[in-house]
T-cell receptor, first 112, second 113 residues
């Protein structure tokens, strides 16, 4: 119930393509869903986050799609660039709590 | 640069030993979180402190303990170290104790030999 399942584990995309990473959760008490980006040797950094009262949130080339009934959410990276090559983590937390439950991560490689 | 500092960057020690990891949160942040990152377990929440008090506990072993001091820096103590404790340990901070952006430090890489 505490898990967040993330797929795929790794993803290779051509420059200019769309990268899509999916996450699923069981705990309906989760109400905050951030995505973090991590470069080698660095700590994770918040990319974009969504709450379940909206179905989509867009920030630049990054979009979160949220499906509350299916308990799934996904990250879309449009016009993927080699500089986007990193590990991406979805996460979830519930109201009144700060701790983040992370997915297993997706290693994205964008080929030039 | 997130504004969160962690020391040391790397730590190599032997089984059975005890180490202390240190974290200084961003200026003005009252909450500190500790996470462990390993290949097999991924990123796992260990413990959260808010303004000096423990707020939430995750999968933290009894051999591990933490505290947050009056100046808001935090220390994670790992004792009776085992090979399986080798991992990256991240500290994160946020303004308050509820949902909002957590800013992660660069991590401490612990290797237990």
């Amino acid at each position: 119930q505490q898990q967040v399942k993330q797929s795929p584990q790794s993803l290779i995309v051509q420059k200019g393509g769309i990268s899509i990473i999916n996450c699923a959760y069981e705990n309906t008490a989760f109400d905050y869903f951030p995505w973090y980006q991590q470069f080698p040797g660095k700590g994770p950094a918040l990319l974009i986050a969504i709450r379940p009262d909206v179905s989509e949130k867009k920030e630049g080339r990054f979009t979160i799609s949220f499906n509350k009934s299916a308990k799934q959410f996904s990250l879309h990276i449009m016009d993927s660039q080699p500089g986007d090559s990193a590990t991406y983590f979805c996460a979830a937390s519930y109201n009144q709590g700060g701790k983040l439950i992370f997915g297993q991560g997706t290693e994205l490689s964008v080929k030039p | 640069d997130s504004g969160v500092t962690q020391t040391p960057k790397h730590l190599i020690t032997a089984t059975g030993q005890r180490v202390t990891l240190r974290c200084s949160p961003r200026s003005g942040d009252l909450s500190v979180y500790w996470y462990q990152q390993s290949l097999d377990q991924g990123l796992q929440f260990l413990i959260q402190y808010y303004n000096g008090e423990e707020r939430a506990k995750g999968n933290i072993l009894e051999r591990f303990s933490a505290q947050q001091f009056p100046d808001l820096h935090s220390e994670l103590n790992l004792s009776s170290l085992e090979l399986g404790d080798s991992a990256l340990y991240f500290c994160a901070s946020s303004r308050s104790q509820i949902q909002e952006t957590q800013y992660f430090g660069p991590g401490t890489r612990l290797l237990v030999l």
